[in-house]
């Protein structure tokens, strides 16, 4: 009788003979432009947090009050013991800032994605999903049980023609992006994806997970930097990256949060946002609309990063619109060797690889909070290896 847990040990090593082996670093201290890692203090080129409200003094005495005040769990799920004034102010926060009609909170953005997918679509629908989409899109669509066709990483006439050939054998359709695309920091097409989901009569759920604080002349994300605020659609965002917290939401109609507050799962049946998680997002959103100058730093930072990686000649940078900046390596063991050479030399930049990815890359993610030395450090380094 073999065990019937063997197969974990051969699993295993397997992944460590891809060089696909992954496990946590510890970071000590508060969160930050700098941080220490394992000991060493280098600077933090791995973060979401791009606007460097993770740390700040008013994200935490918010968040402390709110403890105190409400407790430390919300003790249900929203329907029943969970929900707080604090989830509707900032709920009301988020659509404004969103410009929408409403929004719901999740306890991730994860859940918010996984729990909106398949409660928007089911066995009789067609997904179409940008191959690069972030894995919670991917899994919310798997668990729709809807078809799903991936189309090739923003090709718009690909798309086009799945829907010429599969829209009418389906009774809806949902076409899913990530807006910034996570893991190499360019754009969705969005103006164009609008078009075809009118055009076709199908949904169209936008991910702004790494573009909400951060992209648009307000910070409320991609839908406002391409100018389709007001639009017909479905945003769906993380509280936990530019906003410094911890959790997920849905912004949209009305009737899409009125519909989702009674079908999504993973948000009825799971317990409501903490206190102290919500009421850090909301001073983020205040701060986010009362001090534009953190927006201005970070694109300030991400315009001066790329002039001086340009200057770089060996490195191959992939196509950026966004403060997430990644340079491609021909084998995992080449981007592990990199990461590797960064960290000895004070710098925090992750080798990203298969599966997360197709192919091996250093990704750097700036933040409001870097300086000028940081970002100078950093190409300095990199043209040395
Ligand atoms: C981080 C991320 C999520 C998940 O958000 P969490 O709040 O961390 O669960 C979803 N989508 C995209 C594109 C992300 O980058």
Same mark, same amino acid.
């Given at each position: ?35 220490? /890692? ?45 929900? @707080? ?51 919670? *899109? ?24 799945? *829907? ?28 164009? /994806? ?158 990203? @690889? ?32």
């Amino acid at each position: 009788m073999t065990d019937p847990y063997d197969w974990l040990q051969h699993s295993l090593l397997t992944i460590h003979r891809a060089d696909w082996y992954r496990s946590v670093q510890t970071i000590h201290g508060l969160p930050g432009a700098t941080v220490v /890692l394992g000991g060493e203090e280098v600077i933090n080129f791995a973060s979401n947090d791009y606007l460097g409200l993770a740390g700040d003094e008013r994200l935490i005495a918010a968040a402390v009050v709110a403890t105190q005040e409400f407790g430390t769990g919300s003790t249900g799920s929203r329907l029943l013991s969970g929900h @707080r004034e604090l989830h509707g102010e900032l709920e009301r926060a988020i659509a404004s800032l969103k410009q929408t009609e409403d929004a719901l909170v999740f306890s991730s953005g994860y859940l918010a994605n996984i729990g909106a997918i398949a409660a928007l679509v089911g066995k009789r629908d067609l997904i179409l999903s940008d191959q690069y989409n972030h894995s919670s *899109l991917k899994n919310g669509a798997i668990l729709s049980g809807a078809t799903v066709i991936e189309y090739s990483h923003c090709d718009v006439t690909e798309l086009k023609t799945q *829907l010429h050939q599969q829209r009418q054998n389906y009774r809806r359709c949902l076409i899913l992006t990530d807006s910034v695309f996570s893991m190499d920091g360019d754009l969705c097409p969005l103006p164009a /994806l609008l078009d075809l989901a009118e055009e076709f009569r199908c949904m169209l759920l936008v991910d702004e997970a790494h573009a909400t604080g951060v992209m648009g002349a307000t910070g409320a994300g991609c839908v406002e930097h391409f100018g389709c605020t007001g639009r017909q659609l479905i945003q769906i965002g993380t509280l936990s990256k530019a906003l410094g917290s911890l959790g997920g939401y849905v912004a949209g109609s009305h009737t899409l949060i009125d519909y989702l507050r009674n079908r999504s799962p993973s948000w009825i049946y799971t317990t409501g946002l903490s206190p102290a998680d919500t009421a850090a997002a909301l001073a983020a959103i205040n701060i986010i609309r009362q001090e534009p100058q953190h927006l201005m730093q970070l694109w300030q930072n991400v315009n001066y990063l790329r002039t001086l990686l340009l200057e770089l000649p060996n490195l191959k940078l992939l196509p950026s619109a966004s403060p997430i900046l990644c340079f491609q390596l021909p084998s995992a063991a080449e981007a592990l060797q990199v990461g590797k050479q960064l960290k000895q030399a004070g710098i925090f930049a992750p080798a990203i @690889r298969p599966p997360t990815v197709p192919t091996s890359r250093i990704r750097i993610s700036l933040m409001a909070t870097h300086k000028t030395t940081h970002i100078e450090k950093l190409a300095a380094v990199l043209n040395g290896i």
